[in-house]
């Protein structure tokens, strides 16, 4: 049952999106972020909404998948719609009611600012591998390095981690299975019980979690492992042409929110 | 000339009244394929772990490649001579992807990207993985990982391999997949072979058998000559292929047979010959 869990919710594929930097993806996202918090008027919320919409074409991300990874959100969308419809002054839209026209209208695009967000981090983590992803964090806070920052270390964990989360849920999965066997019951009574049941889990599964870490450190240090230092990647990252053009698309995206902003747009 | 030498090796596990290997002594030739025999406790893990210089003896002498294995200012340099194969495959794999697994190693140690990969790629053929290159590591058989593992240290480049246990995991044909793997680096890289087990079958293949018990070497030589001397192996509780077994048998039965032949064939030839007269 554990099984059905996607991780790392990365869709192989050859488009441009995928063939771009990591670093480049990273940058982007972050620079979509700041210009979705600059957005004040519809034109600004028109042009982010196209700027997504063509890059989920590009990429060849169906809205279905968004839609997806959306649904989980459903609950806090419902609430920030609701807040803003009743939260709102202004003008009511018909007289006595509470609910104004600025409300209705605060109400979409504060849903639609998250729906963005939400979207646009998707489109990063659907084209890019999660190796990627944490090579391509490591190249660009490697200038953190230099505060002490242990940047090597922290992006080995995460691919650890990321290795690893396939290996522990199947010990998961083993072991309920023993557990089940031997009479143990996960599925009915209250959160309490379940959360109980749980326990018996729980503790072999950290203890096999240690014991493969020793292992793993052993294993590691046999293949020379020694820390970040004088290490070189198979893999180089380097900037292409078209990583330079998306990233100026950003910095264009960015430059006209914020004057859209300025004209009240 | 030999490639890893024990000298009257001690070793005591932190917080052990036992000693688990007492005064080991050892030399294997470089371009051999060893294999060491013994029960569970019989400090044969131990012994492998020595070999890298994850254990240092408390008491005695590792070389290898002429390194003293204490030294630890030649830590690095020694390890990469020596790759080191674990029993858990699951265990000893670092990423995602095959290929980034095998190139761990070549890039712990700082080697150009270029050459990374045509070692990659080069390990990756050898072991016949090299079309799963791609492929997510939790998704292999047990084999096919555990050759992914060998491909990640022949990357290393390493004069000696040494396997601790690599089929106690697998089944039959897994074990089978990786004993002809190593079997086929010895003999064509010319590689040290050092393979650690418990089934007897994965050591007929090799040069020289050593079996140990309790910490200490009881037997060493040509697998055929060692398994001959059956009362030894029933002692350590080691049972001997069934081809031995059978002439041993009808060698007390009054037959005049060697112990020495290992497969059926060579087996039932000396049978035929003794019946024949």
Redesign the interface.
């Known amino acids: 049952m554990l099984k059905d869990i996607t991780l790392g919710q990365f869709f192989p594929g050859d488009t441009i999106a995928h063939r771009l930097d990591p670093r480049t993806k990273l940058l982007l996202v972050v620079l979509f972020i700041v210009a979705l918090f600059q957005a004040r008027g519809w034109v600004a919320y028109g042009v982010l909404t196209l700027t997504v919409a063509a890059c989920m074409t590009v990429s060849h991300i169906s809205a279905r998948n968004i839609f997806k990874g959306l649904k989980p959100m459903i609950f806090i969308l419902a609430l920030t719609g609701v807040l803003n419809i009743f939260y709102t002054g202004g003008t009511p839209i018909l007289p006595g009611w509470i609910i104004t026209w600025e409300g209705i209208a605060r109400a979409i695009q504060m849903v639609l600012r998250i729906v963005l967000l939400i979207t646009g981090t998707f489109l990063l983590t659907y084209t890019t591998?999660?190796?990627a992803l944490t090579d391509g964090l490591e190249l660009l806070l490697n200038p953190l390095k230099k505060l002490r920052f242990p940047v090597h270390e922290m992006t080995i964990m995460m691919?650890?981690a990321?290795?690893f989360i396939?290996?522990l849920i199947?010990e998961t999965d083993k072991i309920m299975s023993a557990q089940k066997a031997r009479g143990a019951d996960f599925e009915t009574g209250s959160l309490m019980d379940r959360a109980k049941a749980l326990l018996p889990v729980l503790v072999p599964l950290f203890v096999s979690a240690f014991r493969?870490a020793d292992?793993?450190a052993?294993?590691?240090?046999?293949?020379?492992?020694?820390g970040g230092e004088?290490?070189?990647?198979?893999?180089?990252l380097i900037l292409k042409g078209r990583d330079y053009i998306a990233l100026a698309l950003g910095i264009l995206l960015l430059a006209g929110i914020i004057y859209l902003k300025k004209w009240g747009l | 000339m030999s490639i890893i030498k024990f000298e009257n090796v001690h070793y005591t596990y932190p917080g052990d009244q036992m000693e688990s290997l007492c005064g080991v002594s050892l030399a294997i030739e470089e371009g051999s394929f060893v294999a060491v025999l013994g029960h569970n406790g019989s400090g044969k893990s131990t012994l492998a772990k020595h070999m890298?210089a994850?254990l240092v003896p408390t008491e005695g002498k590792v070389t290898v490649c002429g390194i003293d294995s204490a030294d630890e200012e030649r830590l690095?340099e020694l390890?990469?001579n020596?790759?080191?194969v674990?029993q858990?495959p699951?265990?000893?794999?670092?990423?995602?992807?095959v290929?980034?697994d095998v190139?761990?190693?070549?890039?712990?140690?700082?080697?150009?990207?270029r050459e990374?990969?045509r070692r990659?790629d080069e390990a990756l053929k050898q072991v016949g993985m090299y079309d799963k290159r791609q492929h997510?590591p939790?998704l292999l058989s047990g084999g096919q990982k555990q050759r992914v593992a060998i491909a990640?240290?022949i990357a290393?480049e390493p004069k000696i391999i040494v396997l601790d246990e690599p089929t106690a995991m697998l089944d039959p044909i897994g074990r089978e997949e990786v004993i002809s793997t190593v079997t086929r680096l010895c003999r064509e890289k010319g590689m040290t072979v050092v393979l650690i087990t418990h089934h007897m079958d994965e050591c007929v293949g090799a040069d020289r058998l050593i079996v140990m018990s309790n910490g200490s070497i009881v037997a060493d030589g040509v697998p055929a000559e060692v398994f001959a001397n059956i009362e030894l192996m029933e002692r350590e509780g080691l049972t001997v292929p069934e081809t031995t077994r059978l002439l041993y048998d009808l060698k007390q039965r009054g037959m005049d047979l060697p112990l020495t032949a290992l497969d059926v064939d060579a087996c039932a030839k000396e049978i035929v010959k003794q019946l024949r007269g």
């Open positions: 591998s999660p190796i691919s650890m990321l290795r396939p290996t199947e493969r292992e793993l052993v294993a590691m240090e046999s293949r020379c492992y020694h004088g290490r070189t990647r198979m893999k180089q | 890298n994850i690095i390890r990469r020596v790759g080191m674990f858990n699951d265990n000893q794999i670092v990423a995602n992807v290929e980034d190139a761990f190693a070549p890039e712990n140690l700082g080697v150009e990207p990374i990969r990659v997510a939790h990640g240290v290393m």
